[in-house]
């Protein structure tokens, strides 16, 4: 049955969340100090990004104390105003290079776009109007009041477009939060390997890619 679903996971997918995390992380919380510390905060952050995200809260509330942990877990002042400030830079990280481009052609090619992400509405219409993406709808975490690895954003999904599993193909760089829980929902998926990692022997995503726009190249699609 030919996919006519193609559903992506943003940050870390779409818009270059480790760049995102980085340059604002050092922007914000290093200002007075040079900005010398340069390894280990995309890492860490991840980490204490995933413990946060346990139970709902909304994620303007997740950006902010989890960078206020990580600061704390660096031995950095833990600056309120930083880390607002912080939370508030989502909307203007960048996207990748073929980003914009490769949702632009696909949905030329009739497939329909919808965004799966751990994020609050308004964050993430932001984020689509800054960086000027395609999409057809979206669903966050806000909507469905869980985040990923949790299912509800799947399983709503699925619902609200009245579609089988077979017709839709979950692209994504996340590995914990979605390719192995959308594998589980056997739903087909899609590896985007943005930052070069290595996959687990036990984590078999349908395809391996390295960018979004590499699949406008797989034949079966």
């Known amino acids: 049955m030919a996919i006519k679903y193609l559903t992506f996971d943003c940050y870390g997918t779409l818009i270059d969340w480790k760049t995102g995390i980085e ?20 890492s860490s952050y991840v980490v204490l990004e995933a413990k946060e995200e346990k139970a709902y809260k909304a994620y303007r509330d997740i950006l902010t104390d989890t960078s206020l942990r990580l600061a704390e877990n660096l031995g ?9 400030k912080f939370a508030d830079s989502i909307t203007h990280w960048p996207a ?9 052609e696909l949905g030329r090619r009739g497939y329909k776009r919808i965004i799966l992400s751990n994020i ?8 689509i109007k800054n960086n000027n993406l395609e999409v057809d709808d979206f669903i966050t975490a806000q909507d469905v ?3 990923k690895p949790e299912k509800k954003h799947w399983i709503t999904f699925l619902k609200s477009f009245k579609t ?7 692209v994504a760089n996340g590995i914990y939060h979605d390719i192995v829980p959308a594998s ?3 739903l087909k998926t899609a590896w985007v390997n943005r930052y070069g990692e290595e996959l687990p022997e036990d984590v078999k995503p349908s395809y391996v890619i390295d960018r979004v726009s590499d699949l406008l190249d797989i034949s079966e699609l």
């Open 145 to 147: 009041k869980s985040y």
């Open 96 to 104: 990748f290079e073929d980003t914009a481009p490769a949702l632009k």
């Open 184 to 186: 589980e929902l056997g």
């Open 120 to 127: 609050d509405r308004n964050l993430l219409k932001e984020t």
């Open 76 to 84: 950095l002042e833990q600056s309120e105003t930083a880390a607002r």
């Open 23 to 42: 340059t604002n992380f050092k922007k914000f919380f290093l200002k007075d100090k040079g900005g010398v510390l340069s390894t280990g905060i995309f």
């Open 164 to 170: 089988r599993k077979e017709k839709v193909l979950h």
